[in-house]
Nanobody, 124 residues
């Protein structure tokens, strides 16, 4: 059973960079043909796809966040990470990592595995 666990700070100051890591167990992030995604849900709003890194290392980003988002991976630790720069209070959300078999997964049912989510608040 594949399990995902998000980790990182729960409070980030405006203009700083938000950094989160997703640790995967029970499966490898290099397994064909999985895509490892970051998704967030601001308070009172729906889920928002941020980006993904594929099993072979290529990355994909939401056009609206592309200029501020970077997703990387550490295959030796079976982890993938999110960096979101120049954050504002509008970036306050529950951040999830998730896995799918599609690069264009955008619906909840497209994802096979989810982390439990981590609340990140942007505030001074």
């Amino acid at each position: 059973q594949v399990q995902l666990q998000e980790s990182g700070p729960d409070l980030v100051k405006p203009s700083q960079t938000l950094s989160l890591t997703c640790t995967v167990s029970g499966g490898s992030i290099t397994t064909s043909y999985y895509y490892w995604s970051w998704i967030r849900q601001p308070p009172g709003k729906g889920l928002e796809f941020m980006g993904a890194i594929a099993y072979e290392g290529s990355s994909y980003y939401s056009p609206s966040l592309k200029s501020r988002t970077s997703i990387s991976r550490d295959t030796s630790k079976n982890q993938f990470s999110l960096q979101l720069s120049s954050v504002t209070p509008e970036d306050t959300a529950v951040y999830y990592c998730a896995a799918s078999l599609s690069a264009i997964a955008r619906k909840v049912e497209d994802y096979a595995y989810w982390g439990q989510g981590t609340q990140v608040t942007v505030s001074s």
